[in-house]
């Protein structure tokens, strides 16, 4: 049910990132920030704890918890619980991807929760349904359910509450909440698709009546949304914990009862039942012999600054390879979104997921991923070195980071072949699975909401939980909305060897919570939603806070370039070397320039940065927590 990566040495966690002032110093105290003074939302202030997160009714999931003696993961399980129960772009089958910080070992640690690809899903099965990608939506769509495993051995491992006390607010939400006319209006939209699966037909489209068609289907913002199935499900858990209570069993015991109940019990055999009915590969074992597991982060230094990710099975080593690059930059010198810097984060963006798109996949999955060469700084140099100082590089490769781990390529060929464009697919599938048709925006944005928490006993949580997001397949009777993470795996071992698919192996998905550490401790957690742009919107506001001198809530508001020069994760993968998003604060005489630099500048009113954030005063022994302006996130702090 769980693995264990890591070993940590106990040690005492003193004050609350007593170090901030000293390690922010660099830029802050120096800089005035030059845009985005007033903000939308103020900076949340908080003494005792902060939770910030994709939706309000979860932030106060998470004060409730709080307000019950427990900490920052117990918070942090809670808001998890709640988003996925609104259906906040994902749903109680998704995955969940987690850094924690631990003041009881001064150690950071991953969460891995997600799933793998089910029995039969190979690159010959997908095609001989003449796919080029497998699907974006349905049951072949799905890995195995990573979420609800992810919510509980973090519960068990590090909270203190119990299963029941965390669930209480989802229970209470699935019995019947006041949806969001935004969440309610993405349901009838997506209506024809969600049409498809009689489970999801049922949940997401209560008004239908197919002798009326014009009349919507979906629940209307504000109206009571009911899932009593799901609530079923949660009573579920919540019954095998108390069950293994009344044994005499320890509460870390009996929460993992109830995740025995999940993955080897009477809801593993309904969502198998239902997912094969429809056409799924789930098997019994699938579920039963997946885990989470508890990992080793990786990190690079900035200037000082330790910044933590989850490793390669996720996109943010991509980040960290960034901020190499950039390390020896004056940004500062630069000016903030001019076309220089502008243009030198575009380049290092180019070569730093080029990397992404060649080299990352499953590390529990052969061969292992060269991530000791990819965060060498000698490798960054070299990486550095290709940036055209007047000129976008349209062409930008995967380098070959084996030699600065010792080792040699055992991928040459294949790294000679490749192609910054990957193949497209165009038609949909057969057998009435949709194949690569989402628009290549929605690709770049799609997915995930994001959760930070944080207390005065030092526990700090960064989580971006995905998958399950509208229009979603809800496996039979359990009420749980499955993942569509199967549509990041390539079926071309030319695109990317370390992530073709096969059957019991995770696909390299997009999310990437992140923590940044001074001197051992806890100064900032910070995560996005957004698909291939999170890496890209991450970079902008760590750049923002520690270059620039922007507070928390600055950093979250500011309006970030976007890049759709990487290949996307979804639908047909495509690429777009060249295009530039940018808003109507960047002047036009810098538009023209980067024009001139050969970038394709398209022109919107907002980029999609649905940042949030805590940052972690020590001079005042407090909290400050941020989240964008762009849609409901936002948080609570006591």
């Known amino acids: ?72 993961v117990d918070a942090a399980c809670a808001m998890l619980g709640a988003t996925s129960t ?6 109680w089958g998704g995955e969940t991807q987690a850094l924690i910080y631990n003041p009881e070992t001064g150690k950071v ?70 949806i969001e006319g935004v969440q309610a209006d993405n349901i009838e939209g997506r209506r024809d698709i ?19 068609p014009e009349q919507r289907a979906a629940p209307v913002g504000g109206e009571i949304f009911k899932q009593l199935e799901l609530l079923a499900t949660l009573q579920k858990l919540v019954d095998a914990e108390a069950e293994a209570l009344a044994a005499g069993k320890s509460r870390k015991e009996a929460i993992y009862a109830a995740y025995e109940r999940f993955y080897r019990g009477d809801i593993a055999k309904e969502i198998v039942r239902a997912t094969r009915e429809q056409g799924g590969l789930f098997t019994e074992e699938d579920l039963a012999h997946w885990e989470v597991h508890i990992e080793e982060p990786v990190s690079t230094n900035y200037k000082g ?29 630069m000016g903030y979104n001019s076309a220089n810097y502008i243009h030198t984060l575009y380049q290092t963006m180019n070569l730093a997921f080029a990397d992404r798109d060649f080299y990352y996949g499953d590390p529990y999955f052969p061969p292992a991923e060269p991530i000791e060469g990819l965060l060498s700084k000698e490798y960054a140099a070299q990486r550095r070195a290709l940036i055209k100082p007047e000129k976008n590089d349209v062409t930008a490769r995967p380098g070959d980071p084996y030699p600065f781990q010792g080792d040699k390529n055992p991928f040459g060929k294949l790294l000679e072949e490749w192609s910054p464009i990957p193949p497209s697919a165009t038609a949909d599938g057969s057998d009435g699975f949709q194949q690569a048709g989402a628009d290549h925006d929605d690709g770049f944005i799609a997915g995930t909401t994001s959760i930070q928490a944080a207390d005065a006993e030092g526990w700090v949580v960064s989580i971006t939980p995905s998958g399950g997001w509208i229009p979603a397949f809800i ?95 979804f639908g047909a993968h495509v690429s777009e070397p060249g295009r530039l998003d940018v808003t109507r604060q960047l002047p036009p005489y810098t538009r023209d320039r980067l024009k001139e630099m050969g970038y394709n500048v398209e022109v919107v009113d907002r980029t999609y940065s649905p940042i949030t954030a805590i940052l972690i005063d020590p001079k005042q022994g407090t909290f400050q927590g941020g989240a964008s302006d762009y849609g409901d996130d936002y948080g609570i702090a006591w």
């Open 1 to 72: 049910m769980v693995h264990t990566d890591i070993h940590n040495k106990r040690a005492i966690f003193g004050q609350v990132a007593t170090t901030l002032g000293i390690c922010l110093g660099l830029a802050v105290a120096a800089v005035t920030p030059t845009f985005a003074q007033s903000t939308a939302k103020p900076v949340l202030h908080g003494r005792h704890w902060a939770a910030v997160t994709g939706k309000p009714l979860a932030a106060s999931a998470g004060a409730m918890m709080f307000a019950r003696g427990g900490n920052a």
């Open 86 to 91: 609104m259906w906040d772009t994902l749903g």
């Open 109 to 178: 640690l991953g969460i891995n929760a997600l799933g793998v690809a089910p029995t039969g899903a190979t690159p010959e099965f997908f095609r001989e349904k003449g796919m080029v990608y497998p699907p974006e939506y349905g049951p072949l769509a799905a890995v195995t359910p990573g979420t609800p495993g992810g919510l509980m051995v973090m519960l068990a491992e590090y909270g203190r509450l119990s299963l029941a006390e965390v669930l209480a607010p989802s229970m209470q939400m699935a019995e019947g909440y006041p």
């Open 194 to 212: 969600i049409s498809q699966w009689p489970d999801s037909k049922r949940v997401f489209l209560p008004h239908l009546d197919d002798s009326n």
């Open 305 to 333: 600054i330790d910044v933590y990710k989850l490793t390669t099975w996720v996109q943010g080593p991509a980040m960290l390879q960034a901020l190499n690059i950039l390390e020896p930059y004056d940004l500062k010198a």
């Open 475 to 569: 496996a039979g009777d359990s009420g749980v909305g499955l993942s569509q993470r199967m549509q990041s795996f390539v079926l071309d071992e030319r695109i990317n060897p370390f992530n073709v698919v096969a059957p019991g192996k995770r696909p390299r998905a997009t999310l990437t919570p992140s923590l940044a550490l001074k001197d051992g401790e806890p100064i900032m957690a910070f995560s996005v939603q957004g698909g291939d742009t999170q890496d890209q919107n991450l970079l902008q506001f760590f750049l923002n806070v520690v270059e620039f001198g922007m507070n928390v809530q600055q950093a979250a508001e500011a309006h970030n370039v976007t890049s759709y020069q990487m290949q996307s994760s």
